[in-house]
């Protein structure tokens, strides 16, 4: 099984993410919103994180955020 983490950065829990009434899905990395999920994709990860643990919790939000750092955030 391939280590997931290396640096161990998803220990630090970077990520977060807040509901809204509408069923949308905020996702927050160091305090900043960089995602937007509704729909299906709301509902997909909302099923994915409900027993997760902390670390899985992240890595899930890792995953779903992608590739949004470039650089040329400040």
């Known amino acids: 099984m391939p ?7 998803l220990q ?5 993410y807040k509901v809204s009434k ?3 899905v905020f996702i927050f990395w160091h305090g900043k ?3 937007i999920l509704k729909g299906t994709e709301s509902e997909k ?3 994915k994180i409900l027993n ?5 919790a992240q890595l899930i ?5 992608g590739n949004f750092k470039h650089g ?3």
Request: no cysteine.
């Open 3 to 9: 280590i997931i983490d290396k640096r161990n950065k």
């Open 12 to 16: 630090e829990e970077l990520f977060s």
């Open 22 to 24: 509408d069923k949308r």
């Open 33 to 35: 919103q960089v995602m």
């Open 45 to 47: 990860f909302l099923a």
């Open 52 to 56: 997760a643990t902390p670390f899985e």
């Open 61 to 65: 939000m890792a995953k779903v955020t």
């Open 72 to 74: 040329n955030e400040k």
